[in-house]
């Protein structure tokens, strides 16, 4: 059964849908590119829409410790007028197959642009960066995302966050990070430790034993087939009670798509669905590229998520 059937027949997918859209001069080219991951190409189209995004009213802290090794370091965002409550806290966890990737390098809009965007819109952004594999493979990525949250947890009101207004967001294979330190008890021990709801964006790989063998697979969870069920966090994240927003482009490498329908149909057999979006016109890397810009379209679907509690408007999936 092709994926878009499964979309069209599955009753138990829902769906939020964004009213804003690609615009045309780049929803056309991410056509042309299709499913592939373009890193270049989606990065021309990107980065001039944010070559002047504004710091003006952004208090900024970078590279701060959150454990002992270099990599182990994130920068906090957060609006620099006084709030008269706490502000909700958004953690981003970048993607790059594991192996590459950073919270922020010179001469790139990304990802300051989703920490920016946090922070124009009333949140405090920590965007963080991770030991990467292969010489950090797999529990090391989701261990860094516990450590990072706890840090959250223990220092965020000082950038006036609210500790327990948490979210988390996790982009391709940052989502997996995430995936696993939402579904695995051993990385973040009995609760979910104050979160308010996770969102996966994108996300690579949320089954190592059901995904289609790959380069980054093999990188971060290893080369053992047999060692993927205990190092799968896919019951976990079926079980879990976290508010959750599963985000999927319609560009998606359809190996990411059939694990994040995968994860939604188990969900909804318990009566447990998470919010579900499938982003019109996007592609995997244009979901996470776009925030900041007047491309809204993926940026409105996490704010009311995160606006609403933990919750969204559902409806039925029909495409």
């Known amino acids: 059964m092709s994926i878009r059937h499964t979309f069209a027949c599955s009753l138990s997918l829902v769906a939020l849908h964004a009213v804003a859209q690609v615009p045309p001069e780049i929803g056309g080219k991410l056509n ?39 990599a182990q370091r994130l920068d906090v965002f957060a609006p620099d007028t006084p709030a008269t409550t706490p502000r909700p806290v958004l953690i981003f966890v970048h993607g790059g197959g594991f192996v590459s990737g950073d919270k922020h390098t010179a001469d790139s809009p990304f990802y300051d642009n989703v920490m920016l965007w946090a922070a124009h819109h009333g949140m405090v952004g920590v965007n963080i960066n991770y030991r990467l594999a292969p010489k950090n493979p797999w529990p090391v990525g989701a261990e860094d995302v516990g450590l ?47 979160l308010a709801g996770v969102i996966l964006l994108s996300a690579g790989i949320l ?83 776009s925030f900041n810009t007047t491309d809204e379209s993926v ?21």
Request: glycine share 8%; with cysteine.
């Open 299 to 319: 940026a409105d679907a996490v704010l009311a998520f995160i606006r609403g509690s933990g919750t969204a408007p559902t409806q039925s999936a029909s495409n």
């Open 148 to 194: 990072a949250t706890r840090w959250v947890q223990e220092n965020i009101a000082v950038h006036g966050g609210d500790p327990q207004r948490v979210y988390l967001l996790g982009h391709s294979a940052g989502g997996t990070l995430v995936a696993s330190y939402v579904g695995q008890q051993q990385f973040h021990g009995q609760s979910e430790i104050g």
């Open 32 to 70: 042309a590119i299709g499913h592939a991951v373009d890193l270049p190409a989606v990065t021309a189209l990107y980065a001039p829409t944010l070559k002047h995004q504004s710091y003006v009213g952004t208090r900024v802290t970078r590279e701060v410790s959150y454990g002992k090794d270099a």
């Open 207 to 289: 089954d190592p034993t059901t995904a289609e063998p790959s380069a980054p697979l093999k990188a971060y969870f290893g080369d053992d087939p047999h060692r993927y069920a205990e190092r799968s966090s896919f019951q976990g994240l079926v079980r879990t009670r976290l508010p959750m927003l599963v985000a999927v482009s319609a560009l998606e490498p359809p190996p990411f798509e059939r694990q994040a329908l995968q994860l939604q149909n188990a969900r909804c057999r318990l009566d447990r669905c998470a919010s579900f979006v499938r982003l019109a016109g996007h592609d995997h890397l244009s979901t996470v590229f």
